[in-house]
């Protein structure tokens, strides 16, 4: 079998030479898929130990459970999709929009209309083609629609796992219209802050969903339990060297620098152990920003005070210019408004921030080892 074209060849025949052979594969694919169906319907999977023919696939021809399940559709629609199996053959349509038209046909029976559905599949691409199949299979069985619904909302699941470092492992999986929700709400907070923010689009939104659960525990939305709840040492707080690491409820030890800034705004249940590991401090003492003057900081901060940064102040901690710990007062001159990320950059990130004689707000960056000044000559 030769690959490829020889060298020297032109954009333009590569291009061509990708279509020949995408359609290529669209057609052996859809000769696996006959196969496939086909072989469902020995017991072959069951002879050799697989729960079902699609586990028999997956494992033995190297596809996800979707891929596998689509051939198998795709070989037992076969018969009932002769045009479609002609638009492939002619490249008019690839296999994905094969396979959702199968699926579509299995899922309306009688009432399917190939040729209708057919004409959208040459026009449309693949992700808008499979919406043009959900609609036209609510039109022809919009019960059917809402049983697959409810199924989708009965499999929700979620489980959370804990590695040996303390790191949560969140699997989840949601029907679409709790994913929607979920999207709808984890993507504006997921955007850019500003442009210096580089997180990657995956830590953004771990980012977002951290935010969600803070603001949920900040404005009391998690009905029985409203806060953090942390047990520290003094030493710990103030970062003395030899301190024990904090910890906190669901979680393994947690840094000091971690300490510092959940103690930063008082939003967590704090329980001070002295040297001799007695209750000196329980509950929010009188470090607490308190409501008045919360009310006057959101008036005067309005949201997030890092440039660029468009948080408002529901979805912020107070934070102390001079940590309480270190004799900072919580007044209103050394506070200031910070979402979760910008507080988490200037406790955990070393950014300082600093707020200007004529009040305005400068960040600066910490300095990494090969941002270091260059040495001179010895
Ligand atoms: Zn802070
Ligand atoms: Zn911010």
Redesign the pocket.
């Known amino acids: 079998m030769t690959v490829g074209c020889g060298g020297g060849a032109s954009g333009a025949e590569l291009g061509a030479k990708l279509i020949e052979l995408g359609r290529l594969v669209d057609v052996v694919n859809l000769q696996f898929s006959s196969v496939a169906a086909e072989f469902a319907q020995t017991d072959e999977y069951d002879q050799e130990g697989f729960d079902s023919p699609i586990s028999w696939i997956k494992a033995n021809c190297h596809l996800a459970g979707g891929a596998a399940g689509d051939r198998v559709c795709a070989g037992e629609q076969l018969d009932r999709l002769g045009e479609s199996e002609v638009a492939l053959a002619e490249g008019r349509i690839g296999f994905a929009h094969f396979a959702l038209l199968a699926k579509t046909a299995a899922a309306v029976g009688e009432r399917f209309d190939e040729t209708k559905l057919l004409r959208k599949a040459e026009k449309l691409s693949v992700r808008s083609f499979r919406n043009a199949c959900m609609h036209a299979r609510h039109a022809a069985d919009p019960d059917g629609f809402v049983n697959e619904e409810k199924q989708g909302v009965e499999a929700r699941s979620l489980t959370m796992s804990t590695a040996d470092d303390g790191t949560v492992l969140l699997n989840c999986i949601l029907d679409k219209v709790g994913g929607a929700a979920v999207q709808t709400a984890l993507e504006p907070l997921a955007k850019r802050?500003g442009k210096d923010d580089d997180r990657l689009r995956d830590r953004r939104l771990a980012d977002a969903l951290v935010d969600i659960a803070m603001h949920a525990l900040d404005t009391g939305l998690v009905p029985q339990r409203t806060h953090l709840q942390v047990t520290t040492s003094l030493e710990t707080l103030l970062g003395l060297s030899g301190a024990p690491a904090a910890e906190m409820e669901f979680s393994l030890p947690i840094s000091a620098k971690a300490v510092e800034r959940l103690a930063c705004d008082c939003s967590v249940t704090r329980i001070l152990l002295g040297s001799d590991s007695t209750v000196i401090d329980v509950g929010r003492a009188r470090r607490v920003i308190s409501g008045p003057q919360r009310k006057a900081l959101n008036v005067r901060d309005r949201g997030?005070v890092?440039p660029g940064?468009d948080?408002p102040a529901s979805w912020t901690s107070g934070h102390h210019l001079v940590h309480w710990i270190r004799n900072g007062s919580t007044d209103l001159p050394n506070l200031t408004l910070?979402?979760y990320?910008?507080h988490w950059m200037v406790h955990e990130g070393d950014w300082q921030i600093v707020r200007t004689d004529v009040g305005s707000i400068l960040t600066i960056p910490p300095i990494t080892s090969f941002q270091q000044p260059p040495r001179g000559p010895d």
């Open positions: 802050a997030c890092w940064c948080r910070l979402c990320r910008h």
